[in-house]
């Protein structure tokens, strides 16, 4: 009977949810496609590189103006409309390739303009989730949207090679045609999204004045302004550890073995699945800030013990206690901010404090291949005095100045972490 009870309370999330993880496999497999279809065309890193910037880019300018129409405009409608631009992008791929005129400069247009209604996709689908779901369901339905995630990131690279093995890439390209019929169907015909409660002062406000009210809530609101600025840091340091440059440390340290990186790449998301699963089974957490700040530290810890190892076992333990605990704080720290938040702001809030905490990711991606190839991997490579220092705890060879940069980011990420805890501005942020 309860479970019974709780699928009646969650049915519409959960229709949502299960269509849309459809929808977001198709997706994962053709991104996974079209990155190795620009490096056969290239054969360079940098046009990998540029066609996630043109995803991710445009999604952080237009999110203040995304959020405002978000808690204006009826969330269904703004869903619907992003998912039928995403579907006319898939297309023009399809038709592009099929008659021999994909160009690697079309995929960096058509990233824009997909990244440009993700913008608007993203915060509607937040404020969504947080109608459909009872406040007291927000843990299980983070933990959901965990392993919905963690699943695709598993199977997409398997599917994406089978799929282009046998049917080449049109079929892949038909294949997230197809899951995005389903996921459009579902949203349209079986899934009611209520109307969002609009507070007397929102209704006098100008469209310019409520682009800038998330802003505003969070200057008002000092504890989530300090949360939004802690993950700022962290997630540069992050992009400067094994967040971003898990990649080349395994790579450099093996002698370029991809085998070994899909071992660790593997652990990732098996990580993300598990913690995921513990927050959808668990009890949700009384004292969350606390378990976040202590998670934050933990993940970071995992850079300190890839970096003192050379051994395969070890990076890909650690990166599945990282990302473990990465799932766990994500979904708490969703709940804290969905139940801070009042529902009729979810939109605007969600998007100043989404861009806030992503503005230091394209500089720390920018710098964190420069300061790999011409400080830290240099340096351990040229004798000197604390070269020999560093040598026998972090190797002389390839990757040895990677391991450097782990254990830096890794210690201080994990002071900056547990520093937190002492913090009282936080204060009030919890129920």
Not at 58 to 63: D, K, Y
Not at 156 to 168: E, H, I, N, Q, T
Not at 269 to 286: D, E, F, H, Q, W
Not at 323 to 329: D, K, P, Q, S
Request: with cysteine.
């Amino acid at each position: 009977m309860k479970n019974i009870s709780l699928f009646k309370e969650l049915k519409d999330f959960l229709l949502l949810w299960s269509s849309q993880a459809v929808s977001g496999l198709g997706t994962a497999m053709t991104s996974y496609a079209l990155v190795i279809w620009a490096y056969q065309q290239e054969g360079t890193a940098t046009s990998v590189t540029m066609m996630t910037l043109c995803s991710f880019m445009p999604t952080i300018l237009f999110r203040f103006i995304a959020g405002a129409i978000a808690d204006r405009w009826d969330k269904k409608r703004m869903m619907l409309i992003a998912d039928l631009f995403a579907a006319c992008g898939t297309a023009a791929v399809l038709m592009l390739y099929t008659f021999g005129q994909l160009r690697i400069w079309y995929l960096y247009i058509i990233n824009v303009l997909l990244s440009f209604m993700n913008a608007f996709q993203e915060p509607a689908s937040f404020a969504a989730t947080s109608m459909l779901v009872p406040e007291k369901h927000y843990a299980r339905a983070g933990g959901l949207q965990g392993i919905s995630g963690a699943v695709i990131s598993i199977l997409s690279p398997a599917l994406g090679s089978v799929l282009l093995a046998f049917g080449g890439m049109q079929v892949v390209l038909a294949v997230d045609l197809i899951s995005f019929a389903v996921a459009f169907a579902t949203l349209l015909i079986w899934i009611r999204i209520p109307p969002m409660p609009r507070a007397e002062r929102d209704k006098d406000e100008t469209f310019l004045q409520s682009c800038m009210a998330g802003m505003r809530y969070m200057k008002e609101h000092k504890a989530l302004l300090a949360m939004t600025l802690f993950i700022a840091a962290t997630n540069f340091l992050a992009k400067l550890g094994n967040d971003g440059m898990l990649a080349p440390f395994v790579l450099a340290r093996t002698g370029n073995q991809q085998q070994a990186l899909g071992v660790v790449q593997s652990a990732v998301s098996v990580g993300l699945l598990a913690g995921s699963l513990v927050v959808t089974i668990m009890k949700p957490v009384k004292r969350k800030l606390r378990l976040i700040f202590l998670a934050y530290a933990l993940i970071f810890a995992g850079n300190v013990v890839q970096s003192l190892s050379g051994q395969v076992w070890v990076w890909a333990s650690a990166a599945f206690g990282t990302y473990l605990m990465a799932a766990v704080m994500n979904a708490n720290l969703t709940v804290v901010i969905r139940s801070y938040v009042p529902i009729e702001m979810h939109g605007r809030v969600f998007s100043a404090k989404d861009t806030l905490q992503n503005c230091t990711i394209p500089l720390s991606l920018a710098i964190g291949g420069s300061l790999a190839d011409r400080v830290f991997e240099p340096f351990m490579a040229v004798d000197s005095p604390l070269q020999r220092v560093l040598a026998p705890v972090f190797g002389a060879g390839n990757g040895a100045g990677l391991a450097v940069m782990f254990f830096l980011v890794g210690c201080l990420g994990s002071v900056i972490s547990l520093l937190q805890l002492r913090r009282p501005v936080y204060a009030g942020l919890e129920k």
